[in-house]
Nanobody, 116 residues
Framework: QVQLVESGGGLVQPGGSLRLSCAAS????????ISWYRQAPGKEREFVAR????????SYADSVKGRFTISRVNAKNTVYLQMNSLKSEDTAVYYC?????????WGQGTQVTVSS
């Protein structure tokens, strides 16, 4: 059974940092691209960052470029999202995502709140 489990969210002050983790199981993790999405209250879910399976190439939403870094450790079946210089507009539930056998798979999400 494919599972994605996010962790690492919390409350942080503006300008602070957090590292999110996405632990995967039930599929050959190293063969799949993994993405992070987020959804703020009253808004649609939006793309944040993606890392490919083979080369580890990364891509980012313009709103987080230069502040967030996505990485993966295949030996641990885990993807990370390092978030620096956090802003209030980064407040959202963050979700891990992959497409397994043409079906989108999502984790349960982890809440990130940026507030003083």
């Amino acid at each position: 059974q494919v599972q994605l489990v996010e962790s690492g969210g919390g409350l942080v002050q503006p300008g602070g940092s957090l590292r999110l983790s996405c632990a995967a199981s039930g599929f050959t993790f190293s063969s799949y691209a993994i993405s992070w999405y987020r959804q703020a209250p009253g808004k649609e879910r939006e793309f944040v960052a993606r890392i490919t399976s083979t080369t580890g190439s990364t891509s980012y939403a313009d709103s987080v470029k230069g502040r967030f870094t996505i990485s993966r450790v295949n030996a641990k079946n885990t993807v990370y999202l390092q978030m620096n210089s956090l802003k209030s507009e980064d407040t959202a539930v963050y979700y891990c995502h992959t497409v397994y056998r043409v079906v989108p798979r999502w984790g349960q999400g982890t809440q990130v709140t940026v507030s003083s």
